[in-house]
């Protein structure tokens, strides 16, 4: 029976062939096993970092040739087409041309962030730690520039390219030339294999639009982020590590005068983390900063912050703990969640359903998160919040999922909803329908209500028998809505249809 998921591997490098390992002892005072490069092979492409930024390849056919190890880092659920999308946001940000530093932001930062996106898992520590090893030796800083040379593009030449392009067949240097790497052996490599070619049509043959066609329901002028971060200072200055301090300089930096990600250091999650889980920070101070947070969910590259979390899901154990959280902090979490669904990428993004363990080994995901929310903030008692809750269903209800092809990507319907194929999302649709007719029950705005039964038509699509049975026995009938407004008594009439068609559970 074959394994769900598809390999991943890291495969690494000694940029030194053996010098390291044969002469550091004598020169630096301590060992040095290699000067590692790495890299991560799935889905038969080899994806690495270097000064011209990513880049892809057949695996073991960069001009450094064989790898001197590889490990297995597990099976991934994420698609071949999620996986694009991702390596284009790296390639525009964080991990573009010319960012590259030999100590903090090299080839092997790379490996650990694509292989922590797509198992989890971290790259092998003493990799990770090999620019400290060799600064804490006496001599280590005058190598700077002999390591410099070997780490910045380990794969110069024409064997590969910057990632994506198309590498013609006649730029690639012949296999009887090489020796027949560990990855060829296991299978991983077919010498003229045409469909093993890092292929800029197999990656722009389908566009990702980065707003949804259907315009989501988001609140770009809420706040005044300069007071937000003012506030938020004050309430956490005694909390502030000098780490803290530099995190949310580069918050700020990020937000405020509107720079890239690549403005945020690794530490930033761990800052975010401390104020939301940390019980002596003060209640505002975690509101000041989620409300800083959904002015940053409105920017494109957004989702690269939400991708490194994947690990820890800060953002979202706390978001799971709304119905524990004060009004305020309630109100501050769906505003997040909602101007998440201002960019395709990160609307997605909250309707992941790969599970993760929350408090007492509960089984958690991200779309059970998103429901939540959704319904703790529809069904309360405050304004703001019903204001939240209404634009989460809507937004919800016309999130369009991309149209997947399966035959690529074995696994895929477990990564993602699938509308009406995918049971999970059937289930979720209903119950989101069970909140939206309780929250009918009661007299409601023209807007909410508006929101409301669109949902509820949409979902009466999606789970197109439970929904228009649910609406038939619980109610209330569609009718009752009749004469609020026009655009309300068109959704009527569309509710009518389907509530006289539905079948009994």
């Known amino acids: 029976m074959s394994q769900a998921g598809q390999g991943v591997k890291l495969y690494i490098y000694d940029l030194s062939r053996g010098v390291a390992r044969a002469f550091s002892g004598a020169i630096l005072g301590t060992t040095i096993d290699g000067i590692w490069h790495t890299s991560v092979v799935v889905y038969g492409k080899e994806y690495f970092f270097g000064s011209i930024g990513i880049q892809a390849c057949i695996p073991g056919n960069t001009i450094l040739g064989k790898p001197d190890?590889?490990?297995?880092?597990?099976?991934?659920?994420?698609?071949?087409?999620?996986?694009?999308?991702?390596?284009?946001?790296?390639?525009?940000?964080?991990?573009?041309?010319?960012?590259?530093?030999?100590?903090?932001?090299?080839?092997?930062?790379?490996?650990?962030?694509?292989?922590?996106?797509?198992?989890?898992?971290?790259?092998?520590?003493?990799?990770?730690?090999?620019?400290?090893?060799?600064?804490?030796?006496?001599?280590?800083?005058?190598?700077?520039?002999?390591?410099?040379?070997?780490?910045?593009?380990?794969?110069?030449?024409?064997?590969?390219?910057?990632?994506?392009?198309?590498?013609?067949?006649?730029?690639?240097?012949?296999?009887?030339?090489?020796?027949?790497?560990?990855?060829?052996?296991?299978?991983?490599?077919?010498?003229?294999?045409?469909?093993?070619?890092?292929?800029?049509?197999?990656?722009?043959?389908?566009?990702?639009?980065?707003?949804?066609?259907?315009?989501?329901?988001?609140?770009?002028?809420?706040?005044?982020?300069?007071?937000?971060?003012?506030?938020?200072?004050?309430?956490?200055?005694?909390?502030?590590?000098?780490?803290?301090?530099?995190?949310?300089?580069?918050?700020?930096?990020?937000?405020?005068?509107?720079?890239?990600?690549?403005?945020?250091?690794?530490?930033?999650?761990?800052?975010?983390?401390?104020?939301?889980?940390?019980?002596?920070?003060?209640?505002?101070?975690?509101?000041?900063?989620?409300?800083?947070?959904?002015?940053?969910?409105?920017?494109?590259?957004?989702?690269?912050?939400?991708?490194?979390?994947r690990r820890d899901h800060v953002l979202m154990s706390y978001a799971h703990n709304i119905d524990r959280l004060s009004v305020s902090e309630q109100e501050s979490v769906s505003v997040f969640l909602c101007n998440l669904f201002e960019n395709t990428t990160t609307s997605e993004w909250l309707l992941y359903i790969s599970e993760w363990s929350g408090s007492n080994n509960s089984q958690l995901s991200n779309i059970r998160v998103t429901t939540k929310v959704a319904v703790t903030a529809l069904l309360a008692d405050q304004e703001r919040l019903k204001e939240h809750g209404t634009a989460l269903m809507y937004n919800l209800a016309t999130k369009e999922v991309k149209t997947v092809k399966m035959s690529k990507t074995v696994g895929y319907s477990s990564q993602m909803p699938q509308g009406t194929l995918s049971k999970v999302f059937d289930d979720v649709a209903t119950e989101l329908a069970m909140a939206i007719l309780q929250f009918l029950t009661s007299e409601q705005c023209e807007e909410h209500t508006f929101r409301a039964l669109k949902a509820l038509l949409r979902f009466t699509t999606i789970a197109h028998n439970e929904v228009p049975a649910l609406i038939k026995m619980i109610g209330p009938d569609p009718e009752t809505f009749r004469g609020i407004s026009d655009r309300v008594n068109e959704i009527v009439d569309q509710l009518g249809s389907k509530v006289r068609n539905a079948r009994g559970f």
Request: charged content about 25%; hydrophobic content about 35%.
């Open 69 to 309: 190890k590889i490990v297995e880092l597990g099976r991934t659920q994420v698609s071949e087409e999620i996986l694009g999308e991702y390596i284009k946001e790296l390639s525009t940000q964080r991990f573009r041309s010319g960012t590259y530093n030999l100590l903090k932001h090299n080839c092997n930062n790379f490996s650990e962030d694509l292989a922590t996106f797509l198992t989890g898992r971290s790259i092998p520590k003493y990799i990770l730690d090999l620019p400290d090893s060799v600064l804490n030796t006496p001599l280590g800083p005058t190598l700077l520039p002999f390591l410099g040379e070997l780490g910045v593009d380990p794969a110069s030449g024409s064997e590969v390219q910057p990632f994506p392009s198309l590498i013609p067949q006649s730029s690639l240097p012949s296999y009887s030339s090489l020796a027949m790497s560990g990855a060829e052996a296991n299978g991983d490599v077919v010498p003229n294999d045409p469909t093993n070619v890092c292929s800029a049509a197999e990656f722009e043959k389908d566009e990702f639009t980065t707003k949804p066609k259907v315009p989501p329901i988001v609140f770009k002028d809420t706040f005044d982020i300069l007071n937000e971060f003012q506030s938020l200072m004050r309430h956490i200055e005694p909390h502030l590590s000098d780490d803290d301090r530099s995190s949310l300089e580069e918050l700020r930096v990020y937000v405020v005068e509107n720079e890239g990600s690549w403005a945020l250091g690794d530490n930033c999650l761990n800052f975010i983390g401390k104020v939301l889980r940390e019980p002596d920070i003060p209640i505002d101070a975690r509101v000041r900063l989620m409300n800083i947070l959904s002015v940053a969910a409105l920017k494109d590259d957004v989702i690269l912050i939400l991708h490194q979390d």
